[in-house]
């Protein structure tokens, strides 16, 4: 049973990290064929809000008091609406494969915001891995800057993704709390319940003005994709994983993500795959791996005991 569990969690987060590989290529392909930015924005969020509200029905009920509902906007602002926007709007921008290799730096950002926020000690080789994976990071971006084809990146694109990355990992290190009180059903459903409110104001009528009947099924289906896989089924499937596997084996498995988002960007001529970005490729996988392979805090305070 527990071979079977485990094997379960290992096909769980491989499916995420395959899905959000490819959701970098499709949803720039929607997004440059109907669907802008600013509606994907929006879709994701709303269809987010509706799918987790209907599984909240079968799941367990969790009471959750106003004050928390509250705590859990901001955590909307963090985890969910500056973390959606800037990624898609970067990825509408840059080239998916330099979207998806931008997503592997989350583990550097949540280690500063963690020393900054939770006074996590801040070790020699992590140390180390910030400095390597931000380099990479340095030589991605500046080879942007400088290219004159669009298929090997904007640099615009690059730093909204950086910037989703960060966001990201600032609502883990200031709702580490709420985030182990509630179940990720719950958590999910009033974050992205949250983020639907907040957005309206300024995308509802955008979307409302836009012509929808002029979207082709091809790039219906993209944005379904999106929205259904990429943001709801994945979600599931790496909080799955999350209950099995330990984090450092779940962080691993995204290096899978630029992986699977460079070969179908290269296959279908979205992108250009340059030396210097695969020089930014290895020095932020290994920054990211020596911030994995890091100690933490109760790791060290073990020792003492």
Known sequence: MQNKRVLIAHLAILSACAIWGLMAPIGKDAMLSGVDNLNM???????GAVFFWITSLFTKHEHVPLKDIFVLCGAGVFGLVCNQCCF????????????????????????????????????????????VGCSGAVILIASTAVANDSRIGDIRGDLLCVAAQMSFALYLSLYRDILK?????????WMFTWATIL???FLGSHAASTDW???????????GFVVFFGTYIAYLCMQTAQRTLRPTVVSIYN??????????SIACGMCLFTWKQAVAVV??????WLVIKSKSRRDMESKHY
């Open 41 to 47: 924005v929006y879709l994701r969020a709303l269809g």
């Open 181 to 189: 009180r509630y179940s990720p059903i719950t958590m999910s459903k």
């Open 88 to 131: 898609t709007i970067g990825l509408s921008i840059t080239t998916p494969s330099n979207a998806a290799i931008v997503t592997t730096s989350l583990p550097i950002f949540a280690m500063i915001f963690a020393a900054l926020i939770l006074k996590e000690p801040i070790t020699g080789r992590k140390a180390l891995g910030v400095g």
């Open 213 to 223: 009947q002029a979207v082709s099924l091809k790039t219906w289906l993209e944005t």
């Open 283 to 288: 020095l932020v996988f290994s920054g990211v």
């Open 255 to 264: 290096y899978m993500q630029p992986v699977v988002a460079v070969s179908v």
């Open 199 to 201: 957005l309206t104001p």
